[in-house]
């Protein structure tokens, strides 16, 4: 079946490096992507999203980078602060189905 | 803002016991989800619903039913709890082929 995975189940920075989180899909049919922060004990929370019609598309502090060629997916955010310490999960979607499908997740651990 | 809510952060059951999580959307989405979120497994999709009165099964339904009376209401059921439904359970709404946002989670416990 398709899937979204991650290649580092856990990823621990320095406060204020950058940081650099990574996706692969699978599913070319996908066209839609987006990026949750997950907190303990909370809901995930939408950081950035991007369209397969774009590579690139930034936030306040954070970067999505999306490589169709080799179906990859990145989260980068600059100056990373102890308040990004999180899960993030990525997710794909074919919007002609509307059904999301996430990745396990990569736990971000920001040292002060 | 968006905002979704869930009715219990927390709720322990016994085995057997009928289960209502309630979630509540207000920024008139067309679309609902129920996530269960386990350690290892990531978020797996157990029914969505596009419209009122309409209902869609994810990929692990057995066990679960929903209801979706009005657009800004679903509910999930399980209609006679076990203890591998353990676990947290997240709704989601969206506009159509838009973004999902989240509740902030039920954590069921079934003894």
């Known amino acids: 079946g398709e899937s979204v995975g991650l290649h580092l189940p856990t990823l621990s920075v320095q406060e204020g490096d950058n940081s650099i989180i990574n996706c692969a899909y699978s599913?070319?049919?996908?066209?839609?992507f987006i990026w949750y922060k997950q907190e303990s004990g909370k809901g995930p929370q939408f950081i950035i999203d991007?369209?397969?019609?774009?590579d690139k598309r930034q936030g306040q502090r954070v970067t999505v980078l999306l490589n169709k060629t080799v179906k990859h997916l990145s989260l980068q955010i600059a100056a990373t602060q102890p308040g990004d310490s999180a899960v993030y999960f990525c997710?794909?979607?074919?919007?002609?189905?509307?059904?999301?499908?996430f990745g396990t997740g990569t736990r971000l651990l920001v040292s002060p | 803002d968006v905002k979704v809510t869930q009715s219990s952060r927390y709720l322990v059951k016994r085995t057997g016991e009928k289960v209502f999580l309630e979630c509540v959307q207000d920024?008139?989405?067309?679309?609902m989800f129920w996530y269960r979120q386990d350690p290892g497994l990531g978020l797996r999709l157990i029914y969505f619903?596009?419209?009122?009165?309409?209902?869609e099964k994810g990929d692990i339904p057995e066990g679960y039913s929903v209801s979706r009376e009005k657009k800004e209401r679903f509910s999930l059921i399980l209609e006679s709890a076990s203890t591998n439904q353990t676990s947290m359970y997240l709704c989601?709404?969206?506009?159509?082929?838009?973004?999902?946002?989240f509740g902030p989670g039920t954590r069921l416990t079934v003894l």
């Open positions: 989601a709404s969206s506009a159509l082929r838009d973004t999902q946002y």
């Open positions: 599913n070319s049919a996908s066209d839609y």
């Open positions: 991007i369209r397969s019609n774009m």
């Open positions: 997710a794909e979607e074919n919007t002609g189905f509307q059904k999301l499908v």
């Open positions: 920024m008139d989405h067309e679309n």
């Open positions: 619903s596009y419209d009122v009165k309409m209902k």
